[in-house]
């Protein structure tokens, strides 16, 4: 079955660096759009970065611009996250995502924690 799992979490002070990773299976990895979501306390899941199958093409969530950077390794069916810059504000449990023919599958999540 499929399974996201996601790794690399941590506590880091503000302006500091973290690098999430997303192990996939149980699915064609190379076939599919992955997403990074985050989630603080209180507030809504948002969508922080997507990138395109064969990792040529990104997108990001305007609060993390030129300090995020996602990737992928479809030999390892593994995407990552590089965190730079990071600030209290990106405290949040992150998520790996994709959707498949309208279902979407997520990880588990770990928890981004930024000390000011």
């Known amino acids: 079955q499929v399974q996201l799992v996601e790794s690399g979490g941590g506590l880091v002070q503000s302006g500091g660096s973290l690098r999430l990773s997303c192990a996939a299976s149980?699915?064609?990895?190379?076939?599919?759009?992955m997403n990074w979501y985050r989630q603080a306390p209180g507030k809504e899941r948002e969508l922080v970065a997507t990138?395109?199958?064969?990792?040529?093409?990104?997108n990001y969530a305007d609060s993390v611009k030129g300090r995020f950077t996602a990737s992928r390794d479809n030999a390892k069916n593994t995407v990552y996250l590089q965190m730079n810059s990071l600030k209290p504000e990106d405290t949040a449990i992150y998520y790996c995502?994709?959707?498949?023919?309208?279902?979407?599958?997520w990880g588990q999540g770990t928890q981004v924690t930024i000390s000011s």
């Open positions: 990138i395109t199958t064969a990792g040529s093409s990104t």
């Open positions: 149980g699915f064609t990895f190379s076939s599919w759009y």
């Open positions: 995502n994709f959707v498949r023919w309208g279902t979407a599958y």
